[in-house]
């Protein structure tokens, strides 16, 4: 789709990844301003670089104090923050194990940037949004995890669910201000982490790709401009009446059970 | 919003209505070309319009599903897309709505099943509305405003919006899918409390 975002600004957080990098350039092809704001300071720059209209945004979404300076530094900037868009997130790569043997500290570092993280940017970002009274729009990027729970990944799982519930809440405190929010769900999407895990030859799951993939009416992972796709389709002008939703991008993971 | 439909060719099963009325027009609007009858082999896009308003006779769900298949078949060849037009209801059924609610429970299941069918040639979602209107309600029924956080039916512009996105070809990985288009209607408590 095309739309005009050109008076628009958004920021996206996890920008330096393959999803989040995917989406700030959706946003920027239709004309936003965009602030690619991720911990990994370089990565951003470059994003940013490649970008039309965008500044580079290093910050720690756990961290209230950087996320505060972030939002003044966008603000000082553009003046206005019309779009947000929390995709930063993590999983767990070495620890595949059941929640009896989950490590602690693991759990706290994936909900402590899944779910407060996405907490603390969302109440940072939204009061220069409300404060200008001219609405906005926040999605959130959740997982199919939240809607279908799966194995050996506890705490993603327990807060993607969150975020789902979360985007819900947040949709019903801030529609009547003009403030629509809305979460993509992806299913499993073609990145490095997924290399690791299922695509990639040396993959920890490889030998059970197709397995897996034979949950999926679509047969593949999603390309990451194909969800960015549907988070621009959010942001933009014309979903406005849409608020609250989970959308899930998932190739029809979770239509059913394909049995 | 603009889509690039290239010239797809576009059936419509159904009823007409305001929406119907709108999204034909911008689906031509768009590049696309609709066609009178029953799907062909060449269709590119079918458009399910199951009635809006409670208290219409919705049909029996199971017919509309094997007319909705015998479509899929037929574009199995070229590949495609279906898009249900439904009411948000599918999802969160209202008490003094049984039979509706209940119908359209049973479209949704039924679309998601022909998701699950026909993928990866064919992509099935649905776009269920809350309240929309125009002169007069199109969609829903008045008191789901009362549950509606963004406090106002939708216009026909707006649904017209989510039916474009499911023929969006860049939208090419969502499948088996009902986006409501209901202001917030089915989020939750937004009523006072």
């Known amino acids: 789709m095309r739309c005009d975002l050109s008076d628009r600004v958004a920021l996206v957080t996890g920008a330096a990844g393959a999803i989040g990098s995917a989406i700030a350039k959706r946003l920027s092809d239709n004309g936003a301003a965009v602030v690619v704001a991720d911990i990994d300071k370089e990565g951003a720059e470059r994003v940013a670089a490649g970008l039309r209209n965008a500044m580079a945004c290093a910050l720690d979404i756990r961290d209230g104090q950087s996320v505060d300076a972030a939002i003044a530094r966008v603000c000082d900037r553009y003046g206005r923050l019309d779009i947000l868009v929390n995709n930063a997130g993590v999983n767990t790569l070495a620890h595949r194990v059941t929640i009896d043997e989950f490590p602690p500290e693991e759990w706290d570092r994936i909900t402590g940037i899944d779910l407060d993280g996405l907490y603390i940017m969302s109440r940072a970002a939204l009061a220069p949004m409300l404060a200008a009274g001219k609405g906005g729009r926040i999605v959130n990027i959740a997982s199919v995890v939240g809607l279908a729970a799966m194995r050996l990944q506890s705490p993603f799982v327990a807060a993607k669910a969150a975020i789902v519930h979360l985007t819900r809440s947040m949709a019903i405190e801030l529609g009547a201000k003009g403030i629509l929010t809305n979460a993509i769900a992806p299913g499993s999407v073609l990145t490095a982490l997924t290399a690791k895990l299922f695509y990639g030859d040396d993959g920890k799951f490889a030998g059970r790709t197709q397995e897996f993939l034979a949950h999926v009416p679509l047969g593949r992972p999603a390309q990451p401009e194909e969800i960015a796709e549907a988070v621009l389709f959010l942001a933009s002008p014309a979903a406005s009446y849409i608020n609250g939703q989970v959308l899930a991008v998932d190739g029809g993971w979770t239509a059913g059970y394909m049995m | 919003m603009e889509i690039d439909l290239a010239g797809a060719v576009i059936a419509l099963d159904g009823e007409t209505n305001s929406i119907v009325d709108a999204v034909t027009a911008a689906l031509r609007a768009n590049g696309g070309h609709i066609v009178e009858g029953a799907p062909t082999p060449a269709t590119d896009i079918l458009l399910v319009s199951c009635p809006l308003r409670p208290g219409t006779k919705t049909g029996d769900p199971r017919s509309l599903y094997a007319d909705a298949r015998k479509a899929a078949v037929a574009m199995t060849e070229r590949g495609g897309r279906i898009v249900f037009l439904i009411s948000a209801i599918a999802g969160m059924p209202m008490r003094r709505h049984p039979r509706f609610s209940m119908e359209n429970a049973s479209i949704l299941a039924g679309m998601r099943a022909l998701a699950m069918e026909f993928g990866p040639k064919i992509l099935v979602n649905a776009v269920g509305f809350g309240v929309?209107?125009?002169?007069?309600?199109?969609?829903?029924?008045?008191?789901?405003?009362?549950?509606?956080?963004?406090?106002?039916?939708?216009?026909?512009?707006?649904?017209?919006?989510?039916?474009?996105?499911?023929?969006?070809?860049?939208?090419?990985?969502?499948?088996?899918q009902m986006l409501g288009v209901d202001g917030g209607w089915a989020a939750g408590y937004g009523r006072n409390f």
Do not use: K
């Not at chain 2, 039916?153 to 707006?158: F, N, Q």
């Open chain 2, 132 to 176: 929309v209107e125009d002169d007069a309600i199109v969609s829903g029924d008045r008191a789901m405003l009362s549950h509606t956080p963004v406090g106002r039916a939708g216009s026909v512009e707006e649904a017209v919006a989510a039916v474009l996105f499911f023929c969006d070809p860049l939208n090419s990985y969502t499948t088996g």
